[in-house]
Structures are given as C-alpha cells and as structure tokens.
C-alpha cells in the first residue's frame, strides 16, 4: 500500500480474466494489467470489487486487451485517459498523491510491429510528470541471460517474432530514453516473468526515462510457482523534487540568448555560414528534444524542457552554432558553466543536468551507440569458453585512462571526441594544466545520456584489448553487458588475464563463466540488429496446417527448430547432447566426484580442484560452476578419469552414485553381495521376461564396437592409450545398457509402442475397459521429464513415428485417423494431468508432436544413409 512516499506498480499478464487472479494484486495501488479479453459487444467487465478505479480497453474476448487499475484508497485526480481500439494499451494522465504521472499499459501482441511506433509519437508530446510504462511486451531484450530452454538449459534459442518485436522495444526505448529498471537493478541475474511449454522468458517489463531512475525503490519478480506469466511489482518514491531555482519564464529564442549569455552568442550569429556548415543535422537536433520529458526536474538554469518543445524549430540554428564552436575549440566549457548540475537531495548517484547539456550528450550517445558492434575474429571455435562481463553498479567509478581509450578507439567519432571529453570533466576533475590524470577514477553519474553507452562501451574496449591477439574470438554487445567467448584451448590464459584487469579495476565488474554451448548455436553478424535462426532446408518442408487452431493470441511460440528437437529420446543424443557437468575419478585417490565440465583440460586429462576445505563449498562451487580461480590465482590441476558428461547436475549425481555402487559390489565379496546376482545376469533375466522385445543379440549388435586389441608389438604409451580408450567406451556402454534396461521396462510391460494401425485398433478394444484404461494411465504417469516434454515423451512411448504420419488433428484431413478420436488420446490426456498439464496443453503438444513426425522420420533416415555409408551399423530407438 502506499503511504506518503511510495507508490507501489504491479504490471501483470493475467492470459484472460479470472477472479482468483484478480484477488492477489500483492498490496499494490496501481495495476497495469494485460490481455484482459474483453470483448465489445458483451457484458464482461472487470470484476475486481468496489475498491479499484479500472480503465480498460474493449477489443474481443479471445485475446489481447489492457487495463489500469488504481486503488481508491489512494489520492487520485484523472486528468485524461486514452484507450486503443486494438485493445493494445491505456493511457492514464493523472495525480497520484499530489505528483503528476503519465502511466502507460502495454500489451503487445507478438504480431504487432506498429503500436510502439504510434504510442512514440504521442508520448514524446503529449506525456507530463512521470512517466511509468508497464506490460507485456512479447520479446526478450538478450537472448543470453533472458530466455532458457528447460530441456536443453545450455541453447541459446532463437525466436522469429522476438526479432521484429526486439527491434521494435529497443527503438522504443530509445525515442523516449527509458530504462529497463530490472535489469538495470540485477544486471548479472537470471529470473523470468514467463513460464510454459518447457521456456523461461523474461517478457515483461517497467519503463521508466533515465532521468527518473533515481525514485525507483524495488522491482521485483513475483513467483507465483505456477505455469504462465508472472506479476511484476515496482516500488516508487512520490517525494516531491524542490527546484534548486525558479523556472525562468522565456518565451522565444531572443531571451534564451540573453539568459545563456556567456555562451557569447548573439542572433546575428544563428546566420552565419558555421550554422550550415555544421556537422549535426535537424534531425538528430529534434529527435534529441523530443526523446527528453516534461517534468518537474529541477535544472541549473531555471530553463524546462517543456520551452525546448514548443520552440524547437527556432532552436535549431542555436543549437547548430553551439556545437559547432565546441568543436572549433572556441568555446569554454569551464567558464560557459555549460557542464553544471544539480546533485538529487534524495540520491547521491543521481545528477540533474540543463536541457542544452542533455541534448548534445543525447546526440553524441546515440552515434556512438550505432557504431557499437560485435566483433568477430577468425572461424566460429568448435569448442568455446563464455564470459558475461557487466558492470555491478549502474555509476561505477572507473578510471580515465579506460574512458579515454574506448573513445579513441572509435575512428568515426575523433572529431566528437573533444566535446564528450569536456561534457564528463566537472571543474574538479582537471589539474592545473587543464588535462585528467589516467589514474583519476571518473565517477559516471545517473542521468547523464552518455553513462549507459560508455559504460558498455568501455567493457568491449576492455575486453578487445584482452582477447583481440587470439586467432578465434567473439564479442556480442548488449546494452548493459558483453559475452566473450574464446576457444577452451584459451580459456586458462584468458582467466588470468581476467582477473589482473579486475583488480585494476577495483573489482567494479561482475564476470560469470556461460556455458559454452549457451554461444555455440548463437551465429550473428550483428546481435543489436539482425539475429539469425540454424535452419535446414528440410525446414521448410515441415507442414502445420493446424498451427492456428492451437496459436495462442499471446507471447511464446515455439520457432521451427526448437519444434523439431523438441520430442527426440534422451537416449537419442547421448552422442550430441551439450553438457554442463562431468563424472570423473580424481587421481590417485580413486574417489569418485561430480566437476563443472569447464574445469576440465583441453585434453581432458586434468581438472582444476577448488582450494576448498568444506565440502559444502566444494559442492557450491560445482553447482554454480565457478570461475577456476581465487582470488585472481587459478586452481591446482589434478590427474582425472572422465566417465560421462551430462547436462544436469542431478543427472550426474545419480551416475556418481551408480559408479561408486558399482565399486562397492567389487570390493565386497560374493557371499555378501546383494541380490541374486550380478549386474550382467539381472540383465539377461530381465530381457528373458519381456516379451515381445529385442533378443540380447539384437539390442548388442547395434552398440558401437569396443576399441582394436592391443598387440604384443605396442609401445607403453599406445597401450596406455587403448586401455583408456577401452574403460570409456566400457562405461559409456554401461550407461545405454541402464538407459535400454530402463526403457524396455516401461514400454514393453504396456505392450508398447504400437507400430501399425491393427495394433491401434487391438489397444482401442482393450481400453474399452475400465481397469484397462486405468493401468495404461498408470504406466504413462511414470514416465518422467521436464514439464514441457512429457507429452510428447508420452506420445513417443505409444506409437512409432512412422506410425503418427497416419494422423491428423481433424476427421478426414488427407485420407487420415484423427487422433483425437481415439480413446488412447484420452489416457495420456489423463496421465498429463497427473503432471498438472491440462488438457489444452496437452492437445497442443499432441498436435506439435505430430506435425513434427515427417522431420523427425527424414532426419533418422538421413543419419542412417550417413552411419551405411561410413560403415557403421544404425542405432535402432526403441
């Protein structure tokens, strides 16, 4: 609730509405809602009780909609309100607690390209006081650290409407100068504020301009620990700002001139030939101007933007003059006080600068910022190390000798380089020579337009000084942070240097190792600008002709090749899977133990152990997978055997577990040992009791062949390298024979899968009866996985993929069985359940899985031709 000083904002995508969502509205005083659904022409309104003010937009009934809702409780004067008929936003003018505030909600549609372009053009002229912006916005602003794939946590994944809407919301943010306030105030933290059919995304956002950051309190992600999107609280502070100096009362260009001066010019000067002649252009004068916002900020000078806005025509010749005499070097900047600001009473980061200073620094920022590319050098590393490289406060005191260097290093930007030198140097910070010292610590101030660009701008010049000498090297820009990504042959050295750099830098950045594979997928030339998607021609060939009837209205589709992939057995890429975690055995003391797989050599002989004596800290440092290093010094390396890589880190937990039982059994004699007997002959007794299934000959005869003998000819070192490639392809085998033994199980126990439709219509007959029905039930609740793959894991346990191409969604469509006629649909309909997938999903997952069946058969025959022709035997999935 609000008291005297806060306001408190929940933006929330409520998919349609529903009284029990409406209710936990967490305390909040102002509610953005989204995708309400509210129709034109019935009687469905907001049912959120007596106690709410609602402003809301009437669209249809199936999809879109937004609303804002303000406590009545709260001290509120509505001024004005806009609603779209597109059910895309609502704006609120209005007084909350006796301050002014434009509040925006937002929901836009995955297809929709044109509604931020529109609310642009009325917010740069119409919004006063402060201006918050809430809502859906259907695009993740860095594929790295805002979207994760549960089923494969290390792929970077890609999405075609996330492309044209991200360009979309960048250039939003940038017309009017606003700031993601989450990410600004966690920029190394992963959290989502959607969840469903197996991705995390962080969708939806708070806007505020740069200039009113400093009022921001809290903004947090609500998790709700249920599907779909999650509420978005932010924590306002109302206090009212005092001008530091009466707003001056200019009406035309003539008193500006006489107000500012000892800027020494006159109206004679806005003729001259320096005005045509200079290198800043109208349009980047006005987009400037319009880009600032009509509040109450105080300024040095008295003068508001609102005066810049209604004359920003006769100030352009101004303007044009003035920058061109900061480049001639004619203009003093100590003297002009040109680069004097108001500290905030109320933070300390937090600078209140004129609107002639924040119209030049906003055009300088924007040219650098167009020029600040990735950088790419030599082929793409078939093995990388990642790096995520961010500054941990957002006015970080960084030295000068690194401001000056990231700006030199722009060749296109020598002649600005002047004036931005001057625009960040208060009076303090020269000596007596008019020059900084390299080792004067800049402090970069909140409010300031160039602090956000410089800021990432300094990490990549950082970072190209240390990395630019190796031959393969990426560098991928995003607006708060940089991914460096080297070969793994170069990561050791890169750490190293990594972390001289940062105690030179007093430990002012936050640096997280990435998985590799979270940049192996990511091919781009320009990740601010065009991102790419790993396509196949047989892509193209994939039919959905009932893709609509599952779409819905909002957010998240799964592009095609995440499709594909989506419902392959874990056991069909065992040989392919990206892998975060190993299984090894420390030398010499035999003990068994789970690393991070980027501890591990090149060669992956030896792994860097942590200094640690807890084991907890140990255990951390896996999880997390550490950096190899302390305190800038890297680990030790140790002597290892690796057993198995694997993607998670239970996954090889529960294989160390196996190994160290399997070493027990050894080392127990015989008489003691559990069970009737060993491992081998569990094994055969189980396949002798399934039945139908794969004799034990058909199952070995498709597992690779084990490594060549050794001959008596060899030498030590060849036949150490045997007997090493012999225990790893030993323990790789015992892994598929736990996988097979696992599998067959649970399929053939159920008779199971079907391969024809007389086996169809055998299994229809047999679940006509109850008990029937329940046991399958049963069985398929057991199969496991992450949420959004266990329908389709269910769908590849009953029927074959050669089999669900004689399917469709529909009765009759070409000549096949609908699926949804058959009672088998309604056993795994029933098993979702148990897993808290309803029944719509699950009929959206049946539909994806079988739309993918004709991809997913041509990929198998694909890799067969390939296996025939390198003379290999296929591997038969059962």
């Known amino acids: 609730m609000a008291t005297a000083k806060t306001i408190k904002f929940v933006t929330w995508n409520i998919n349609g509405l529903e009284e029990k969502k409406c209710k936990e509205l967490y305390g909040a005083d102002v509610v953005f809602l989204q995708a309400t659904h509210i129709g034109k022409n019935n009687n469905c309104r907001l049912d959120v009780g007596d106690e709410w003010k609602c402003y809301y937009t009437q669209y249809t009934s199936s999809q879109k909609g937004a609303a804002i809702l303000v406590r009545k409780t709260l001290d509120f004067k509505w001024i004005n309100d806009e609603k779209d008929i597109n059910g895309s936003y609502v704006i609120l003018k209005c007084e909350l607690e006796g301050q002014p505030y434009t509040l925006v909600s937002v929901y836009n549609h995955h297809a929709d390209v044109k509604t931020l372009d529109t609310l642009t053009l009325y917010l740069q002229h119409m919004a006063t006081g402060m201006l918050v912006i809430g809502g859906d916005f259907n695009t993740v602003l860095n594929p790295f650290t805002d979207k994760k794939t549960q089923s494969n946590p290390g792929k970077v994944t890609n999405n075609r409407s996330h492309d044209k809407l991200r360009c979309c919301v960048e250039r939003f943010m940038k017309s ?111 987009t400037a101007i319009q880009s600032l916002q009509v509040s109450d900020t105080p300024r040095p000078d008295g003068i508001p933007v609102s005066f810049y806005k209604e004359v920003f025509e006769d100030l352009i010749p101004y303007l044009k003059v003035l920058y061109s005499r900061m480049l001639s070097d004619s203009f003093d900047f100590q003297k002009s006080h040109f680069c004097d600001s108001v500290q905030n009473p109320h933070s300390d980061e937090q600078r209140f600068f004129n609107v002639d200073y924040l119209i030049i620094a906003t055009i300088l920022a924007r040219r650098l910022e167009d020029h600040l590319e990735s950088q790419y050098k030599g082929h793409k590393p078939k093995g990388l190390a990642a790096f995520e490289i961010t500054f941990k406060a ?75 000498h190796l031959e393969q090297h990426r560098i991928h820009v995003f607006k708060q942070s ?63 002709p009932e893709q609509k009837k599952f779409e819905e209205s ?71 997978r550490c950096l190899s290093a302390t305190q800038g010094k890297l680990w030790e390396k140790v002597d290892v055997t690796v057993h198995g890589e694997f993607d998670t880190y239970d996954d090889a937990k529960q294989f160390q577990l196996f190994l160290r039982s399997q070493e027990a059994s050894k080392n127990t004699p015989p008489s003691q040992q559990p069970g009737p007997s060993p491992l081998k002959r569990r094994k055969l007794d189980t396949e002798k009791k399934l039945q139908p299934g794969p004799s034990k000959s058909a199952v070995t005869s498709h597992i690779r062949p084990a490594a060549p003998s050794i001959q008596s000819g060899s030498k030590p070192n060849e036949t150490e390298n045997c007997m090493e490639m012999l225990r790893e392809t030993n323990n790789k085998v015992q892994q598929i024979s736990v996988m097979l033994e696992i599998l067959l199980s649970k399929i053939f126990n159920c008779k199971l899968p079907l391969t024809s439709l007389e086996d169809v219509d055998r ?63 309604k056993v795994i309909k029933e098993a979702a359940l148990y897993h808290k997938i309803d029944h719509t999903t699950s009929e959206k997952e049946i539909g994806n899985w079988l739309r993918s069946a004709a991809y997913r058969n041509k990929q198998k025959l694909i890799h067969d031709l390939k296996d025939r022709e390198a003379g290999k035997q296929p591997v038969i999935l059962l």
């Open 176 to 286: 009017l100068q606003l700031v993601d306030i989450w990410r600004r105030m966690n920029p190394a933290t992963r959290e989502y504020t959607f969840n469903k059919n197996n991705i995390k995304s962080r969708l939806d956002y708070f806007f505020i301009p740069e200039e009113c950051m400093w009022r921001i309190e809290t903004c947090e992600i609500n998790n709700l620990q249920r599907p779909d999107h999650q509420p978005l609280s932010l924590q306002v502070n109302n206090v009212a700002v005092i001008s530091c100096k009466k707003d001056v009362e200019i009406h035309y260009i003539g008193q500006l001139l006489h107000h500012k001066r000892g800027f020494g010019i006159v109206e004679a000067d806005l003729s001259l030939k320096e005005n045509n002649e200079c290198v800043m252009s109208a349009v980047e004068l006005v």
């Open 394 to 468: 957002p006015c970080p005191q960084v030295k000068w000798c690194y401001i000056r260097k990231a700006l030199e290093e722009q060749e296109q930007f020598t002649e600005d380089f002047v004036i931005v030198k001057n625009l960040l140097k208060n009076a303090e910070d020269f000596d007596s020579d008019g020059e900084t010292s390299p080792e004067y610590c800049k402090k970069l101030c909140q409010g300031c337009p160039l602090t956000p660009v410089l800021m990432t701008l300094i990490l990549k010049s950082i970072f190209s000084d240390l990395i630019g």
């Open 482 to 544: 940089v991914i460096v990504c080297v070969s793994t042959e170069d990561q050791d050295i890169v750490k190293m240097s990594l972390m001289n750099r940062l105690n030179d830098l007093q430990n002012i950045l936050t640096v997280v190792q990435l998985r590799g594979n979270e940049v192996e997928n990511w091919d781009v030339k320009s990740v601010d600008r065009v991102e790419t998607m790993d396509s196949s021609d047989e892509e193209e060939e994939v039919s959905y």
């Open 554 to 624: 909002d957010h998240e589709e799964d592009d095609e090749s995440e499709v594909k992939n989506k419902f392959q057995e874990k056991g069909s890429t065992f040989h392919y899977r990206k892998t975060m975690y190993a299984v090894v055995t420390l030398k010499p003391s035999a003990e068994v133990v789970v690393v991070a797989k980027t501890w591990l050599t090149e060669d992956k002989k030896q792994s860097h152990w942590p200094p640690f004596k807890s084991p907890e800290s140990i255990t951390e440092a896996v999880i997390a």
């Open 763 to 825: 299994l229809e007959e047999e679940l006509k009866d109850d008990t029937t029905m329940q046991y399958y039930v049963q069985q398929l609740r057991k199969l496991g996985g992450s949420v959004g793959k266990i329908v389709g894991t269910m769908m590849q346990a009953v029927m074959t993929d050669n089999l669900s191409e004689g399917f469709s969604l529909k009765r009759g469509t070409q000549n096949k069985r609908a699926i949804f006629d058959l009672t088998l649909t």
